[in-house]
T-cell receptor, first 113, second 118 residues
Framework: GDSVTQMEGPVTLSEEAFLTINCTYT??????LFWYVQYPGEGLQLLLK?????DKGSNKGFEATYRKETTSFHLEKGSVQVSDSAVYFC????????????FGKGTRLHILP | NAGVTQTPKFQVLKTGQSMTLQCAQD?????MYWYRQDPGMGLRLIYY???????DKGEVPNGYNVSRLNKREFSLRLESAAPSQTSVYFC?????????????????FGPGTRLTVT
């Protein structure tokens, strides 16, 4: 079945460092891909999305490009801030399967001042 | 707009006790969802309601029941709580079910209910 694999955390970086959180997926159809962020004590929020191959989603300085050839959707940010400390979830949803969102296990990011 | 609200925020149950988690949304969304979040497991879908009057099982429905009371409210019931149901429970809603897949609409999540079963 469809699945999402993302790098294990926690990831600890210094402020202003470059961030990459890897995400790869397995899907038999044509999934949309998402990154969600969960700040401490809160629910999930959609961070960015891409609905077809080569699309780039971006928001709040974060970017991810839908790479069909490598089945990846890696999250990047050029200069992280302490306020980016959160848990990040990669997810997919496949219109031609059952439409449900499948989440990865989450990657905890901790930014040091 | 309050968005998606959940009650209670925290709950401790003894094994065998029952309880209902409440969820409401004020965005006139058609679809609502219940997830559980466990360390190292990500989010897993328990049940969902694609539209008012319908409910369907998700990935991990055993031990739970749901009721779509009306368009606004979607409750999750644990009839006989077990320690394996210790988790954080999130309710979510979206404008429509299928359009989430196309990325046309998004799911909005509530703040979560932290449940401990001893």
């Amino acid at each position: 079945g469809d699945s999402v694999t993302q790098m294990e955390g926690p990831v600890t970086l210094s402020e202003e460092a470059f961030l990459t959180i890897n995400c790869t997926y397995t899907a038999t159809g044509y999934p949309s891909l998402f990154w969600y962020v969960q700040y401490p004590g809160e629910g999930l929020q959609l961070l960015l999305k891409a609905t077809k191959a080569d699309d780039k989603g971006s928001n709040k300085g974060f970017e991810a490009t839908y790479r069909k050839e490598t089945t990846s959707f890696h999250l990047e940010k050029g200069s992280v801030q302490v306020s980016d400390s959160a848990v990040y979830f990669c997810a997919l949803s496949d219109l031609y399967r059952d439409d449900k969102i499948i989440f990865g296990k989450g990657t905890r990011l901790h930014i040091l001042p | 707009n309050a968005g998606v609200t959940q009650t209670p925020k925290f709950q401790v149950l003894k094994t065998g006790q029952s309880m209902t988690l409440q969820c409401a949304q004020d965005m006139n969304h058609n679809s609502m969802y219940w997830y559980r979040q466990d360390p190292g497991m990500g989010l897993r879908l328990i049940y969902y309601s694609a539209s008012e009057g319908t409910t369907d099982k998700g990935e991990v429905p055993n031990g739970y029941n749901v009721s779509r009371l009306n368009k606004r409210e979607f409750s999750l019931r644990l009839e006989s709580a077990a320690p394996s149901q210790t988790s954080v429970y999130f309710c979510a809603s979206s404008e429509a079910f299928a359009t989430v897949s196309r990325g046309e609409t998004r799911q909005y999540f509530g703040p979560g209910t932290r449940l401990t079963v001893t």
